[in-house]
Structures are given as C-alpha cells and as structure tokens.
C-alpha cells in the first residue's frame, strides 16, 4: 500500500456534497453511518485522487481549502461557469462547495 493523505471537508448533506463532487469528475465510493439517522462519512475519489466527506461535527471545520491539480482545466472551468486566472506557477481557479469548502483547481505549467 502507498502512503498518502486524504482530506477531511465537513459537509451537512453529503448526498449534496457528492452532487456537487460529481461535478468536479469525483464519484462516490462507498458511504457509513453508524446506524439509521446518524451522520454520514463518504469517500469520493477522481482517479486516485480521494476525499473524505464527513457530517460529523467534530472531523473537520467548514471553509477548508484544497488544491487539485487536474489535466483540463478549462473542462472544469467550463462545468461552473468560471474563467481561469493565471498565476506566476499557472493557471487556476477558485470553487466553494456548497458548505463553504475551497477547492482551488489548477494545472501546472500554462
């Protein structure tokens, strides 16, 4: 197994937050709760990109920023609507889910 890290973001509806992921090219793999009515915990992962989506109270703040570097930033610029900046290391844009999670996507090298 390869070691790595894997974000938590709080959301309050995962269902809404794994809509919202599935538009970044995230896909839902697998969902727990410890019994019916509790809160969610779901893994979305892009490849093997992978986050951890939580409506535990206690796993994470809201507002968190992650970077995702992708390979066509201007399909995902086009998915929300938004125009690319570029920056001294290259170009970028900036996303908030719907609980106020940053995702800040890029690619390098443009």
Known sequence: MDEEIIPILRVADAARAVDWYA???FRQQWEHRF??????FTEVARGPVRLYLSEHEGDARPDTLVY????????VAAEFGVRPEQA???RELELSDPDGNR???GTAGD
């Open 103 to 105: 995702i800040r996507v």
């Open 68 to 75: 995702l570097r992708v390979r066509d930033l201007d399909a």
């Open 23 to 25: 538009r970044l090219g």
């Open 88 to 90: 001294p290391w290259g």
């Open 35 to 40: 019994e019916s009515g509790f809160p969610v």
